[in-house]
C-alpha cells in the first residue's frame, strides 16, 4: 500500500519544479546578472541594495510592520480562540464561520470597505468630529494599514490556536486551579504555554501573510508608504529593472525564509515543553 | 472558607470579562467592514457617503451595462474554475501519498507544496513572467491557471490530508480483503469520506483564485483583464459607485457559497480541526 501510494505525488511535484522552482532558480540567475539577458554575472545589484540606505530600511519597514499586525493579531485572536473553545459546538460554527469570512471575501473589496471607513469622511472621522475633535488621518499611514491587515488576517491566527485549544486536556486547567491558582495565574502558566504550538503557527501565517500583502498595503498605505512588494513591482514594472527587481524579490524571500525558520524553531521548543 | 473563594471567583470574572471584551471589540472590526461594503452598495446616491441617504437598487441595475466589469468577471470565474478543477485532482492525488508515506521523498514535497503559503506570491508571479519571457512564450491563460494553481493547491492539500489522517485505517483493510481493487477502496471508501475536506479546500481554492491579484497582475496577458485587477484600478482612480455594488455583489455571493459549503461539506469544522 505504502509504496503504491507515493507515486501519486508525482504529477504535482513536476507541475511545482516545472513552473515554481525552475522559476525560482531563474529568478536567483536573473539577480546575480547584468541585465535581463543573463548574460554576464555580477553581485551589483545586492551592493546596491545594501549600501543603499533607502532600499534597506524598506525592508526593515517591511519586517516591522508585520510584527505590529501580528500583535495586534494575537492579543484580539487569541481572546476569540479561547472563548470559541469553551463554546457548545453551535456557537463555535457561528464564530468561526465570522472569522473567516474578512478572508474569504475579496481582498479589493476589503480594502474598499475600509477606505470607506477610515477615509477623511469616513465612518470613524463621522463620529470623531462629532465630539468636536480635528478629522484623524488614517488613510495612508501606518496605523490604517496595521487595522486592515489585523482584520484580514485573524482567521490566520484564531484557528491553529483553536485547534490546539480544542484538543488540549481541560483536566489540566483544573487541576491548576484545584491546586490554589487563579484563573490568570492558570492562563499564563498552563493555558498559554501549552497553546504555544499553535501560537507560533499562527504567528508564522499572519506574520508573512502581512508583510506580503501587496494589494493592502498599496491601497491603505497609498503611494508614500513603500513596503518591498510594491518596491518589487515599482522596479519590475514601473522601472523595468529587471535585475534589481529579482535581487529585491530573492532578499525578500531569504528574509521571510528565515523568519520563518527561527520562529519554527521556537515552536518545536515549545512542542516538547508542552510534552513534558 | 467562603472569602478565598468569593476572591478567585472575582478573578474568574475579571478574566472572562477582558477577554470577553477583547473578542467582542475584534468581532466588530471582523464583521463591521462587510456590513459597511453592503449597506454603501445599496446607496441611490452619486456618492460613496456612509451611511448611504437611503435603500436602492440603482446601482445593481447600472451593473447589466458595465461591459468591461462583466468581461473581467468571467474571465476571473472561468481561470478561478480551471485552478480548482486542476489543483482538486493533483492536490488529492498528492494528499494520498503525503497522508501514507513516511518517505523522505514525501515529506519534501508536502513541505515544497506548501511553501507558496509562506512565500510572497508577488515574488512568484514575477519569477513566473521572468521563467515564461525567458522560455519565449507570452503571458497566456494557460500560464495564468498554472500559476494560481501553484498558490491556490496548498488549501486543497490541507483540508484534504487532515481527513485522510483521521480515516480509520481498518476500512481500507477491510475493503481489500473482502476483495476491492485499490482503485475500487478509493472509489467507494476512501473518497466518500474525505469528500467533506476536499470539497472544503476546493472552495478555498476558488475562493483564492477569484481573489488573487499578486500572480494575476504578472501572467495574465494585455487582453484579458481579472475582476480584482479591474476593480482595483477604479478604486485607486475614480472610485466609481458601481464598484460599490460589484463589491456587494462579491459579498453576497461569498456569503452564499459559504454557507452551501457550511452544509454540504462542514466547512468551519475542516478548518477548526
Known amino acids: ?276 | 472558607m467562603d472569602a478565598p473563594r468569593a476572591a478567585v471567583d472575582m478573578e474568574a470574572l475579571s478574566l472572562r470579562i477582558v477577554f470577553g471584551m477583547l473578542a467582542a471589540i475584534a468581532m466588530v472590526f471582523l464583521i463591521g467592514p462587510t456590513i459597511v461594503v453592503l449597506l454603501t452598495s445599496f446607496t441611490p446616491s452619486e456618492s460613496l457617503r456612509f451611511p448611504p441617504s437611503g435603500l436602492s437598487l440603482r446601482w445593481y441595475w447600472a451593473l447589466i451595462d458595465a461591459d468591461q466589469m462583466q468581461r473581467a468577471a468571467w474571465a476571473s470565474l472561468i481561470v478561478a474554475f480551471w485552478t480548482t478543477v486542476i489543483s482538486v485532482v493533483l492536490g488529492t492525488a498528492a494528499s494520498l501519498a503525503i497522508a501514507r508515506s513516511s518517505s523522505k521523498w514525501v515529506r519534501a514535497a508536502d513541505v515544497l507544496f506548501m511553501s507558496p503559503l509562506l512565500l510572497p506570491a508577488l515574488a512568484f508571479g514575477f519569477a513566473a513572467l521572468v521563467f515564461i519571457s525567458r522560455m519565449h512564450f507570452s503571458p497566456s491563460l494557460t500560464f495564468l491557471v498554472l500559476g494560481h494553481v501553484i498558490v491556490c493547491v496548498p488549501f486543497v492539500l490541507r483540508t484534504t490530508i487532515a481527513s485522510l489522517t483521521q480515516l480509520d485505517p481498518a476500512l481500507l483493510d477491510a475493503s481489500q480483503s473482502l476483495g476491492a481493487s485499490g482503485l475500487m477502496t478509493f472509489r467507494r471508501v476512501t473518497l466518500p469520506l474525505i469528500a467533506p475536506g476536499v470539497a472544503s479546500g476546493a472552495f478555498l481554492a476558488f475562493m483564492a483564485s477569484f481573489d488573487n491579484v499578486p500572480v494575476s497582475l504578472f501572467l495574465s496577458d494585455e487582453r484579458t483583464e481579472m475582476l480584482p485587477i479591474h476593480l482595483w484600478q477604479q478604486i485607486d482612480t475614480n472610485l466609481d459607485v458601481r464598484t460599490a455594488a460589484v463589491s456587494g455583489l462579491i459579498v453576497i455571493l461569498t456569503l452564499v457559497l459559504m454557507l452551501i459549503a457550511e452544509r454540504m461539506a462542514g466547512l468551519t469544522r475542516q478548518l477548526a480541526r
Request: aromatic fraction near 10%; charged fraction near 10%.
Open chain 1, 1 to 276: 500500500m505504502k509504496s503504491t501510494d507515493s507515486p501519486l505525488v508525482l504529477p504535482l511535484a513536476a507541475l511545482f519544479v516545472a513552473f515554481f522552482v525552475a522559476p525560482l532558480c531563474v529568478l536567483v540567475a536573473l539577480s546575480l546578472s547584468t541585465d535581463a539577458n543573463i548574460a554576464s554575472f555580477t553581485a551589483a545589484h545586492y551592493v546596491k541594495f545594501f549600501t543603499d540606505s533607502f532600499n534597506y530600511s524598506i525592508l526593515f519597514e517591511t519586517l516591522l510592520l508585520g510584527v505590529k499586525a501580528t500583535l495586534v493579531c494575537l492579543v484580539f485572536g487569541y481572546p476569540i480562540a479561547w472563548i470559541c473553545a469553551r463554546s457548545g459546538a453551535r456557537l463555535q460554527s457561528i464564530i468561526v464561520f465570522l472569522v473567516i469570512l474578512p478572508i474569504l471575501t475579496s481582498v479589493v473589496v476589503r480594502t474598499f470597505a475600509w477606505i470607506v471607513i477610515l477615509g477623511r469622511q469616513g465612518i470613524i472621522n463621522q463620529v470623531w468630529t462629532a465630539f468636536g475633535f480635528e478629522p484623524l488621518r488614517l488613510l495612508y499611514t501606518e496605523v490604517g494599514v496595521v487595522m486592515v491587515l489585523a482584520q484580514v488576517q485573524m482567521p490566520l491566527m484564531v484557528l491553529p490556536i483553536l485547534t490546539v485549544l480544542t484538543k488540549m486536556d481541560p483536566n489540566l486547567a483544573d487541576a491548576s486551579r484545584v491546586l490554589g491558582a487563579g484563573e490568570w495565574r492558570t492562563l499564563f502558566r498552563v493555558t498559554i504555554p501549552l497553546s504555544l504550538p499553535g501560537v507560533i503557527a499562527g504567528c508564522i501565517l499572519v506574520y508573512t501573510a502581512c508583510i506580503t500583502a501587496f494589494v493592502t498595503q498599496t491601497l491603505i498605505g497609498g503611494a508614500r508608504l513603500i513596503y518591498m512588494p510594491l518596491n518589487i513591482y515599482q522596479q519590475a514594472i514601473g522601472a523595468n529593472n529587471w535585475p534589481f527587481a529579482a535581487a529585491l524579490s530573492v532578499i525578500f524571500m531569504v528574509a521571510v525564509l528565515v523568519i520563518v525558520g527561527v520562529l519554527n524553531a521556537i515552536g518545536k521548543r515549545s512542542e516538547v515543553y508542552g510534552r513534558a
